[in-house]
């Protein structure tokens, strides 16, 4: 616990707050809150009365469902999708920005200690 | 003053202000010209009512340089909007390129969609592409001048079939208006074509991925306000209510999400987000009823704000680490918290959150487009909102500033960037928070309550277990992992594809031709040597034919002659 804060001690105030989010344990609260957040706007579906454009929405959570499914249906997907057309990344050489550095005197590269 | 600054066209204020920083000394004096022109700009067009205002006659036509109605305000008024965020978040650029061509950009698009006929239109579409592939080409380096090249062949490529389509419809016509068209003629289908290459149409969108991000930090910012909504705008202006719009812009608001779950340039990914967010406003210009135009420009307000916001957070990563490749950051809120919230806001926006711009916006569109029925293409759209999600609303900010921890412990963006995102991520949620501001400058009335318990219901479902599901894959290991590499699109066709068939086309060609020209010169030349060695002075006929046996041949010949007219 102590190794933490001694190692977050000298970000910005804000960086140190939002680092809690890193804190062993904290991953699996958040998908708990998630877990609670997503009962929860599942329970909202019988605070109101629908006034649906189409039969498909009046089933109890359509849309969690449909959420549910599109997005681990686009995942696959695009797994899939990476397979097909993934290539190296100097694959079109020098006529691409893929494989340069971006010119060190348009940034300004600065430590937060400096 | 008021009057004196009606008599000028709004896109001239920015060419004039052009000018002046190209004359002025780098520093406060010029910066201010940056960020006032389009103050100026916005307070002239408010003012100004509504109307036509600037004639000007050319060859016997009447160019309308100031059409000023309720659609062509709203993406005035956000294009100025857009060029003072994206002007203040370049405060430090000290690159006169840039700068004049952020002015030229702006001022061309705003004239563009202030254009009133089709060949004041022509001449400022072209303006926007020449102008803004200097935002490209400021990168100054091999790959930017290429990617620049082929930014500007395509641009300039939809200007022409304009100029072609204008000249077509003024053929069949008579008019140069810039009026809602029907297509069916080809001057119609011409000219469809060249917004539609402008908007990124589906196979017509590569230019979009493949330019943005090889701009400079501050050009990508600029370039995602205006070309792409100047062709959003004249698709509503031009073919609101084209049936085959909604299918395009489906497939457009589909097809992005695959490719941007699985790109490592994070500024790429946005911009094949702006691809699948052009799809919902092209979808909204297909059915063409106010309610759906009213989504379209609203949405292209919105977004504007929301994507320039995720391009300057990515922009000041990159500004500090010098990269934007996701498999190369992580871990960045620990010291950029700041740029880490704007980001979380633009995020938010673009995913629709209630209370955020997104939601009050799309949700216009997705309810035209149930409210005329189509049930395949609401369940489309949905789906793409729940991409939107994925790269925009997880992706960008969670492997940008979360995620695995890369170790880079960059400083806080400069001052002037927070300001510009801070102002665009307080625009982003105020008309989240009041959607009437935003609806009282849509183009048609609106008679619409986005807040409605049904409506935040559905939505935060939507969201809230598509995340559910992002929590799941991504612990059980099961996303596709962040890794530098590159991945094809249909630009693969013009930039490897056709040069190597090209390559190789010529190369037979060039062998054929050789080999043929250097047949038939060794047959000539044995051809000659054969013919000298028989009949050369030196061969065995010369030997044997004497010079005198030609006179005598010739002399018998005549002979023959004169003995047959004698006798005839």
């Known amino acids: 616990m102590k190794k933490v804060k001694k190692s977050t001690q000298d970000y910005p105030i804000l960086g140190r707050w939002i680092s809690w989010v890193d804190k062993p344990g904290s991953n699996q609260k958040i998908f708990y809150i998630l877990i609670i957040l997503c ?70 590269r600065i430590d937060h200690n400096a | ?20 920083v190209m004359v002025l000394p780098q520093g406060n004096a010029r910066n201010i010209v940056l960020l006032g022109t389009p103050i100026i700009a916005a307070i002239q067009v408010w003012t100004l009512g509504m109307g036509e205002f600037y004639t000007i006659p050319l060859f016997g036509f009447n160019l309308e ?3 000023l109605d309720s659609l062509s305000r709203i993406f005035v008024l956000i294009f100025c909007l857009a060029a003072f965020l994206g002007n203040l978040f370049a405060w430090h650029i000290k690159d006169t390129i840039q700068q004049v061509s952020a002015l030229a950009y702006a001022g061309s698009a705003i004239g563009a969609a202030l254009s009133g006929d089709l060949i004041a239109l022509f001449f400022y579409w072209e303006g926007t592409a020449i102008a803004s592939v200097f935002l490209i080409w400021a990168r100054r380096t091999e790959g930017s001048y290429w990617t620049g090249m082929r930014y500007l062949v395509i641009q300039i490529a939809s200007g022409v079939i304009l100029i072609a389509g204008v000249s077509l419809y003024y053929y069949d016509t008579g008019s140069i208006a810039f009026e809602r068209m029907e297509l069916g003629s080809v001057a119609t289908w011409l000219i469809f074509l060249s917004f539609g290459i402008k908007c990124a149409f589906p196979l017509l969108h590569n230019w979009l991925q493949d330019s943005y991000p090889a701009a400079t930090i501050t050009g990508t910012v600029i370039l995602s306000a205006f070309t792409t909504k100047l062709a959003v705008y004249a698709l509503a202006r031009g073919f609101a209510g084209t049936e085959i719009l909604i299918y395009i812009g489906t497939i457009m608001a589909l097809f992005p999400i695959f490719f941007a779950e699985i790109e490592n ?27 759906a135009l009213n989504g379209t420009a609203s949405h292209a307000f919105a977004h504007i704000l929301y994507k320039a916001l995720l391009f300057m957070s990515v922009g000041a990563v990159m500004y500090r680490t010098g990269t934007s490749k996701a498999s190369e950051l992580g871990g960045l809120y620990k010291t950029m918290p700041k740029t880490a919230i704007f980001c979380l806001v633009g995020a938010a926006s673009i995913s629709a959150f209630p209370l955020f711009s997104g939601f009050i916006t799309k949700s216009l569109t997705l309810s035209a487009v149930a409210h005329e029925h189509y049930m395949y293409i609401w369940l489309a759209l949905v789906f793409a909102s729940a991409g939107v999600l994925s790269h925009s609303g997880i992706k960008i900010p969670f492997f940008t500033f979360f995620a695995h921890d890369s170790g880079k412990r960059p400083k806080e963006a400069p001052l002037h960037m927070l300001l510009a995102m801070g102002l665009t991520a307080f625009l982003c949620i105020f008309i989240g928070v009041f959607p009437n501001f935003l609806y009282s400058i849509l183009p048609y009335d609106v008679n619409y309550e986005p807040y409605t318990m049904e409506h ?33 699109d249909t630009d693969v066709i013009y930039r490897k594809f056709m040069p190597s068939v090209f390559m190789y086309v010529s190369f037979i060609v060039s062998r054929s031709f050789s080999s043929i020209h250097k047949l038939s010169k060794l047959m000539f030349i044995n051809f000659i040597s054969r013919l000298n060695h028989t ?34």
């Open chain 2, 1 to 20: 003053m008021l009057d004196l600054l009606h008599q000028i066209p709004t896109a001239f204020l920015f060419f004039c202000a052009a000018f002046v």
């Open chain 2, 535 to 568: 009949h050369g002075p030196d061969s065995s006929r010369a030997a044997s034919w004497p010079a005198g046996a030609m006179v005598i041949s010739i002399a018998a010949l005549l002979g023959l002659a004169l003995f047959v007219i004698f006798f005839s």
């Open chain 2, 65 to 67: 340089l100031m059409r």
């Open chain 2, 265 to 291: 340039d994070l500024r790429r990914v946005l911009a094949y987000s702006l691809n699948n967010q052009l799809g919902f406003m092209v979808v909204g210009v297909g059915i063409g009823t106010e309610l």
């Open chain 1, 39 to 108: 009962i929860a706007s599942f329970g909202l579906e019988w605070t109101y009365e629908k006034h649906a454009y189409f039969e498909i929405e009046n089933y109890k959570g359509f849309y969690a469902i449909y959420g549910f499914i599109v997005f681990s249906i686009l995942i696959f997907i695009a797994t899939l999708l990476r397979k097909i057309i993934k290539v190296r990344e100097d694959f079109y050489l020098e006529k691409s920005i893929e494989s340069e550095v971006y010119p060190e005197d348009q940034i300004q």
């Open chain 2, 456 to 488: 935040i219901a559905g939505q935060l479902q939507l969201l809230l277990f598509a995340l559910l599901a992002f929590a799941i894959i991504y612990r059980r290991g099961l996303h596709p992992p962040e890794i530098r590499a590159v991945n094809l």
